[in-house]
């Protein structure tokens, strides 16, 4: 209801002429220019700098629901004899943060509640409970969703996409934030491939109109041999890390 | 549905910035909003009349500016808008550029009663 005459409209017919009168008011406008999200910017940089602080590469994984994140993080510690851990996001349980615990890997558990996505902060409160000096890099595995946690910096220094076979090579057009943002996308479930009409070359060609400089590998945990240039791409992204680390010291 | 999340975040800027300039009300938010930023307008726009109830901001008019993609290319040293979430040079149809606006969101302007 209206909050000056009792109409039953609810939008503000009446104060663009408030507005407009300058003998009424003292308006004052002020430029300001401000990223919305500046405050979680800043978090994610704090983030970045506890990590390089320990020569950890961080890597933020994002998806949808089911695409395999979790069961990769599951097998990838027999493929590497880099040291990780991982933050876990997920709405409810701790499911995921026990799988990979019972796999003799150090994982962390952030129940988000409602929230669709993981912020800075969410992990800056996780990464007090992680022992990060053994690590060599950290895994966040964020909320699985492909809208929201594009949005947010959770302090890591690459993005990895996940999109399984059966999700379909469509997603990277309906979902072109998130594949904007990524610096590595992996097809996963390619053992499946055969049973989908999933196209690897549509999926390179829609990822070629709007992120040309993303590396695509197709990956199954079923076949632990096509895990390998995940392995060294992360062994590649980790020592590139620490060598700018060491130009900076 | 992270539009809330955001529009928190855009509410307490407008309350500090509100304090530092000691506005008695928010009259006006002025926001851009990138078309490849990943937030859906009509959303954000709902959950900031949600929102601005209690504050500073209760009778503050939404104004949002979409912004297209602005692509600068390397290849042709032009730039060149886009409506469509596509990278690839207008003019030289090269995708060796960089995108120079449209993926950020930001606070513009504000209005305020002092």
Known sequence: MCQDCGCSMTHDHHHDSLHTNPQLNDKKTLSVIHKILDKNDVEAQHNRDHFEKNGICAFNLMSSPGSGKTTLLEHLVDQTDMKYAVIEGDLETSRDADRLIAKGINAYQIQTGSACHLDAFMVHGALHHVELEPLDICFVENVGNLVCPASYDVGTHKNIVLLSIPEGDDKIEKYPVMFRRADLVLITKSDLQQHFDFSVESAKAQLAKLNPDVQVMSISVKEPQSLQPLVDWLATQQAGLKQQLAEQA | ?114
Not at chain 2, 15 to 35: D, F, H, P, S
Not at chain 2, 96 to 104: A, F, K, L, S, V
């Open chain 2, 1 to 114: 549905m992270h539009e809330y999340s955001i529009v928190t975040a855009l509410i307490e800027q407008c309350e500090t910035l509100g304090a530092e300039n000691q506005a008695k009300a928010i009259t006006r938010v002025e926001v851009k909003i990138g078309m490849l930023s990943g937030v859906e307008p009509a959303l954000l726009s709902q959950a900031f009349e949600t929102f601005k109830l209690d504050g500073i901001c209760a009778n503050a008019q939404f104004n949002m500016q979409i912004q297209p993609l602005v692509l600068q290319c390397h290849q042709c040293g032009q730039t060149s808008e886009q409506t469509e979430r596509t990278i690839i040079c207008s003019h030289c149809q090269s995708n060796n550029t960089q995108i120079i606006d449209g993926e950020d969101m930001m606070l513009m302007q504000l209005e305020m009663d002092t």
